[in-house]
């Protein structure tokens, strides 16, 4: 739950009963300035934390506070991009898993 110790980091509150709208707001711009996380990225935390939240019975956002989803172009790989990458990787240990 990498994203719970994200929201730590933003915000100082002890308890989850003293979580405000505010702290959840500064939230997704800790994500987007200080994390520098892609909107993608900083969307599914927001969401991941809301639902968290909510599972507390704590709702404290409204539909406008989601940070805005935008879609990018994703970066295309060319063959020997994924060969070269494959080579690099092939008998490191990555992951705990030894590559062969």
Do not use: W
């Not at 979580?19 to 711009?29: H, P």
């Amino acid at each position: 739950m990498l994203y719970c110790g994200y929201f730590q980091q933003s915000c100082t509150n002890q308890y989850l009963a003293d979580v405000t709208r505010k702290d959840l707001l500064n939230f997704a711009v800790f994500c987007r300035d200080e994390l520098e996380l892609s909107t993608r990225t900083a969307f599914n935390k927001f969401a991941r934390v809301v639902a968290f939240l909510k599972t507390h019975t704590i709702k404290l956002h409204d539909k406008r506070d989601t940070p805005k989803l935008v879609n990018e172009e994703p970066k295309v790989y060319e063959k020997e991009d994924s060969e070269n990458s494959s080579q690099r990787v092939m008998g490191k240990n990555v992951c705990g898993l030894r590559c062969s």
